[in-house]
């Protein structure tokens, strides 16, 4: 399972981070095919693993021309469009990973391990989800202060990003071998 969590880590990392130099260096299609074979370790265990792998394969196929586009400075309607459209994807991605961890924490029995993945995913989502509305509704809005706190929810999003990223290195370091031979064993 240290595998598939570094898997996890790494492709998120790709998906979150763009280095763009002519081309995106940190490819997000990289980082969906590491989350893709990390949910593959997992789904043989943990069904649920299955719909990580299928978005992330869906999101690898999808980004593909996001690397050859800077998605930071473009201004027409049909990339904005498309990377409105990745963002939501990515939120997609997390969600079915969150899924996949919380099923594998109600087989461990580690109420610690659960706590802390429900506050994260009540975090990331509702913060993405209001990054979402505030992205539909911008063009109805022309003042200061909705630029503001534009501004402050895209600052959310990426503390939110790094958040993630921390949680995967901390679930990384959980022994999940020995929790689920203690959960066995109470049972």
């Known amino acids: 399972m240290n595998k598939a969590f570094r898997l996890f880590f790494w492709g998120y990392l790709f998906v979150f981070f763009r280095l763009q130099i002519g081309i995106d260096i940190l490819a997000a299609p990289i980082g969906y095919y590491m989350i893709y074979s990390g949910a593959g370790l997992l789904a043989e265990r943990f069904p649920i693993a299955k719909k990580v792998e299928l978005t992330a394969f869906i999101g690898m196929l999808i980004s593909v021309p996001g690397v050859f586009v800077n998605l930071g400075e473009v201004t027409s309607g049909g990339w904005t469009l498309y990377a409105e459209f990745?963002?939501?994807?990515?939120?997609?991605?997390?969600?079915?990973?969150?899924?996949?961890?919380?099923?594998?924490?109600?087989?461990?029995?580690?109420?610690?391990?659960?706590?802390?993945?429900?506050?994260?995913?009540?975090?990331?989502?509702?913060?993405?989800?209001?990054?979402?509305?505030?992205?539909?509704?911008?063009?109805?809005?022309?003042?200061?202060?909705?630029?503001?706190?534009?501004i402050a929810a895209s600052f959310a999003v990426v503390a939110m990003d790094i958040i993630l990223l921390f949680l995967i290195a901390a679930l990384r370091r959980v022994d999940w071998l020995e929790s689920i031979e203690k959960s066995s064993l109470e049972i």
């Open 86 to 150: 990745l963002f939501v994807w990515k939120v997609i991605v997390v969600y079915y990973l969150f899924s996949t961890w919380k099923s594998m924490t109600k087989e461990a029995g580690q109420a610690h391990i659960r706590n802390r993945l429900h506050m994260s995913y009540i975090w990331y989502v509702s913060i993405n989800f209001l990054m979402m509305l505030m992205t539909a509704f911008s063009l109805n809005f022309g003042d200061h202060s909705f630029s503001t706190l534009y």
